[in-house]
């Protein structure tokens, strides 16, 4: 079973610029998670989707931060316009059932620095 | 809210001994704690998790277990290889939802 793809594995953009992350779950898993990672730090959740609804996007930063998951497959996080405080990695995870489990599986992660 | 403490931050073993990493949680109602193991340059891995009607689990080396009186849960790996060497988080998950808050993990050093 392939695992939850992401990409780009590494970023560097100016702060002010824009900047997307993809990512493809495990197949058939149906709620997908986008964590930021700031170094030294352990995963903090920015939005939850169930198929391709939003569950929890309360720690967004919706001034800057948008993600959306079409088809309730494949998603993006993007950051518009990015800040130096930004810089962290981004990691994906997704979820075996609608609702019913705990596991998550996580992604390789996108590492992105601000300058 | 849910907020989740791990200590130490650091830790240093001998090959071939034992780590512990300890974690406590303040919401009383947390009912899965999973342990992360994140070694550089990949996403954090599951490699154990414990719900709250099950004081002890065991997988090979590594082991876990629950204090729900105390809301403390501890991780622990025998016979420590250098390849156990990784960064490991806590997690507990937040009533109500399947979502978890993470601890700030402990980063183990096995040395051989």
């Known amino acids: 079973e392939a695992g939850v793809a992401q990409s780009p594995r590494y970023k560097i953009i100016e702060k002010r610029q824009s900047v997307a992350f993809w990512c493809n779950p495990i197949?058939?898993?149906?709620?997908l998670y986008w964590y930021q990672q700031i170094l030294g730090q352990g995963p903090k959740l920015l939005i939850q989707f169930q198929n391709n609804g939003v569950v929890d996007d309360s720690q967004l930063p919706k001034d800057r931060f948008s993600a959306e998951r079409l088809k309730g497959v494949d998603s993006t996080l993007k950051i518009q316009p990015a800040k130096l405080e930004d810089s962290a990695v981004y990691l994906c995870a997704s979820s075996p059932k609608s609702g019913g489990t705990y596991e998550q599986y996580f992604g390789p992660g996108t590492r992105l620095t601000v300058t | 809210g849910e907020n989740v403490e791990q200590h130490p931050s650091t830790l240093s073993v001998q090959e071939g001994d034992s780590a512990v990493i300890k974690c406590t949680y303040s919401d009383s109602a947390s009912n899965y704690f999973p342990w992360y193991k994140q070694e550089l340059g990949k996403g954090p891995q599951l490699i154990i998790d414990?719900?709250?009607?099950?004081g002890e689990k065991k997988d090979q080396r590594i082991a876990v277990t629950l204090n729900k009186t105390a809301k403390h849960f501890s991780l622990h790996i025998t016979e420590t290889q250098p390849e156990d060497s990784a960064v490991y988080f806590c997690?507990?998950?937040?009533?109500?939802?399947?979502?978890?808050?993470f601890g700030t993990g402990t980063r183990l050093k096995v040395l051989a």
């Open positions: 997690a507990a998950s937040i009533p109500g939802t399947y979502k978890y808050i």
């Open positions: 414990i719900r709250s009607n099950v």
């Open positions: 197949s058939g898993h149906a709620t």
